[in-house]
Structure formats: structure tokens, C-alpha cells
């Protein structure tokens, strides 16, 4: 599964981004979906996840409120909405996939976009 990300950018803390993620060739609706973010000198850390069938959510308590993952109908295209956004959000964002329906383990990783929230 080859994922790419997209919808970075700067933006004044305060502000919203959408991020999306795609995969190449197919659907995401097979598989458990997630946000993960690093930043500058950082360990990779889990952002937001979404369930393989769209029935659960969940979040890095540094987002919950702020941040939402969601699936389109089609099931092509998974997003990050984030609202709200602080300087401490500066980083690069990578969706990534689980290895299948019942599968929690994160195995197929995009390409990252990179998050930049100014003071």
C-alpha cells in the first residue's frame, strides 16, 4: 500500500489545516488508518487513529478537541482536520496503515507533509 499525504503548509497558531491521505491503486477500507507527527529532534508520536470499518476513533491527548480523523464515503481519502492549531503542532505529519482489517500493528507509512504553526 503506498500512501501519500498532502496539506501541509504554515499557518499563524490559531488556525486550521485538512490534511489528506491517499493510497495509489486502491481503497483505505480494509484498513486501520493513522496520523503520526515528529517533530525536530523528537520521537515519531501517534496523532489520531481510525478503526478499519469507521466505528472508532482515537487521539493523542495533545489533540483531542482540536484534531479530528475522518473517512470519506468512498473510502479513497482519509483526513486530519486541525483546528485550533499551536506552535507545539509544528511538525511532519505521516499517515500510515495497519496491516489489515484485525490488524493493529502500523506497517505502510506516506511520505510526511510538513506542519508549520507560527506564534
Known amino acids: 500500500v503506498q500512501l501519500q499525504a498532502s496539506g501541509g503548509g504554515l499557518v499563524q497558531a490559531g488556525g486550521s489545516l485538512r490534511l489528506s491521505c491517499a493510497a495509489s491503486g486502491r481503497t483505505l477500507g480494509s484498513y486501520g488508518m493513522g496520523w503520526f507527527r515528529q517533530a525536530p529532534g523528537k520521537e515519531r508520536e501517534f496523532v489520531a487513529g481510525l478503526s478499519w470499518n469507521g466505528g472508532s476513533t482515537g487521539y493523542a491527548d495533545s489533540v483531542k478537541g482540536r484534531f479530528t480523523i475522518s473517512r470519506d464515503n468512498a473510502k479513497i481519502t482519509v483526513y486530519l482536520q486541525m483546528n485550533s492549531l499551536k506552535p507545539e503542532d509544528t511538525a511532519v505529519y505521516y499517515c500510515?496503515?495497519?496491516?489489515?482489517?484485525?490488524?493493529?500493528?502500523?506497517?505502510?507509512w506516506g511520505q510526511g507533509t510538513q506542519v508549520t504553526v507560527s506564534s
Open positions: 500510515t496503515a495497519t496491516g489489515g482489517k484485525y490488524s493493529s500493528e502500523y506497517i505502510y
